[in-house]
């Protein structure tokens, strides 16, 4: 499994922040959170408004993984990253690749729609609901206490909030609040058996 990862317009030194804070951010409940396997990580280096250019994310992904057309791959993308990422994902799966899942964080006015599972995290609950509007898939996050844009980015093992279920309503899937690293890697664990040779579905 790749992790595709497309920052947005801030120093890079956040995104270097948000994979540590992410996958190595000790846990109380680390059994239940912990990834089977460390995943690959290819981060998009875009920079001023490649960031918005689904082309140059797809390009820089031809490159990379060329020779692996059908293995599966997972965006992150974050902020203005989310408005390239989204269109490199389309991209990707209408040239046959194998998206598993997309995760937009504060993608906020960035419309998602795909064949593909979808699911965003946001800084707070407006910026939740509010990009329901525009495509979301079932099972997202929002931070209670809401906290600032960018601290999403560069501290997701620091920011607790909700997991909710937006396909029928918002309904509170767990009694207790999560970090958002938690989440994220709890929808890495629901999509990680898909590469082992056994489909589901």
Known sequence: MTI???PGIHE???TESFISG???ADSEKKPDTSLPLEPDILVIPAEGIFT???FHIWQFMQD?????LKSPVIFISFSAGVVGAIAAATQWQMMGGNVQAFIAIDGWGVPLWGDFPIHRLSHDYFTHWSSLLL??????FYAEPSVDHLTMWRSPQ???GWWVNSSGGEINTRKNPLTAAEFLH???ERYEPKQSGKQSQ
């Open 12 to 14: 890079p030194k956040l």
């Open 22 to 24: 992410w996958l190595y």
């Open 64 to 68: 990379c993984l060329h020779n692996r």
């Open 52 to 54: 918005l250019s689904g």
């Open 4 to 6: 595709i990862i497309c």
């Open 186 to 188: 709890l929808l890495l």
């Open 158 to 160: 620091t920011v607790r």
């Open 135 to 140: 495509g979301s898939g079932q099972d997202n």
